[in-house]
Structures are given as C-alpha cells and as structure tokens.
C-alpha cells in the first residue's frame, strides 16, 4: 500500500514545510558567510596580492565559460514532479553530459586565456583553471539525488549538507594559506566542497529509500514532459546572466 507524505495532505503542511526549508537554508548561509569572512581575512595575511588576484581570476573565468551551469538541470527537473524517478535518471544524464562537455571545453581553452594574462605565471594560471574546470562535472553528479532532496522537501537535509560541505572547504582553504599553497588554497576548496555535497547527497537518499519508493510511486505515470536542451537553455541562460554580472569586471580588470 502506498504511503502518502503529511507534508503535502494541506497548505498548512506544505507552508511549515517552506518555513523550515527557509529557516534552515538562511540558518546555514549565515554562519558559513560568519566563517568564510574569518577564513578570508585570515587566507589574506598568507597570500600575496598577485596570489590572491590570480586565484579571484581564476574562479571568474571559469564562472564566465560555465555557459550552462549543470545544476540548472535541478531547477528542470522540479518543475514538474511528476515521475521524478524517471526525471532524476534522465537529468542526471544530461547534466553529466554538460558538464563533461564543459570542463573538457574549459581545459582546451586554459592556455589560450592564460597567455591572455602576462601579469600571472602562464603555467601557474593554466593549473589553477583545470583544477577549476572539475566543478561542473563534479556538479553534474550532485543533479539526480540534489533534485530528489528537493521534490522530498528535505530541505534541512540539504542544508546541514550545504553548510558542512561549505566549511569543510574554509577549514581547507586556511590550512592550505598556512602550508604555502597560494592561489590554490582559494581555488581547490571550491571544487573539494562541491564533490563532497554530491557525494552526501547520495547517502542522504540511501538512508531514506523507502520514502522516495513511496513518493515515486504516488507521482508515477507520466513521462519526461519538457526536459529538453531547449528548456535547460532558457534556465541556464538565465543563471549565466546573473554570473557574467559578477565576473566580467574581474576579467576586464585583470
């Protein structure tokens, strides 16, 4: 027999659940925004000004490839919870392929924009963007279970996820600004706490199967309406937008 989640039998269940997801989504981001702030004060007595700037530049020109952000396949795949088995497998596919297609992309290009910028170490900046390059197909892998978190409502799950994940890789980063690293102890943390969410949020469906089983069962019967390359270009436009906003300075200045 076919279990039904309370959460979703009222408005009154589906309100406490939008109320907890946002007190622990904003709970998380503001004690990890308290700790990033100690971290990078700190992290900015180790590095060097060109450490620093070439670490900040490294991050932007990813961020300005990253075209199609591979987690904008999440966002596509809620939109419509219907068979969200099927969706999570299907996405999870195509946002390996992007992000795949991405970082292969990425690391082609590494030299070309390295020799870009004399200012930095040509070799230096081409390491430091390949290690970078990892993350959206480390991303990509976060897209299946992150979705099936998402339409579970399990939002304290995913921000107890989140917010460890996140200072794990500020705890990193100031170990390696201790050890020497320079502008890599910027960059590695980065992609560090994007493959430790991806791998979390597997366990955390794992550890509840048997809900998900339910679930799926109660949304099953219609097929992968709307995820298309079309549909994830609109969304993934958008967020590339919103990223440019914030690198494209940086890219300039450098």
Known sequence: MTRVNPQFDAPKGLARV???????????????KFA???AMYIIALQLSPDEFGMAVLTLSIVSFLVVLPPLAVSDLMILD???ISERARLGQRLALRVGVITTIAIVALSPIIASSYSKYSFGVLVGLIMVVSLRPTSEAFAVGPLSRLRVGSRYRAIAIIDGSAQFLATLIMVSLGFLGA???SLVLPQVIAVTVRAICYRLSLRRDKRNFQ?????????G?????FRHLLALGSAQYIHNIMFSLP???LG
């Not at 622990?24 to 503001?30: E, H, S």
């Open 81 to 83: 919870q219907i068979d």
């Open 18 to 32: 939008a109320v907890s997801g946002a007190a622990w989504t904003t709970a998380q981001t503001i004690l990890n």
């Open 250 to 252: 940086v890219l300039v």
């Open 214 to 222: 339910d679930q799926d069962a109660i949304r099953s019967g219609t």
């Open 36 to 38: 990033t702030l100690v």
């Open 224 to 228: 992968m309406n709307g995820l298309t």
């Open 182 to 184: 320079g502008a890599l």
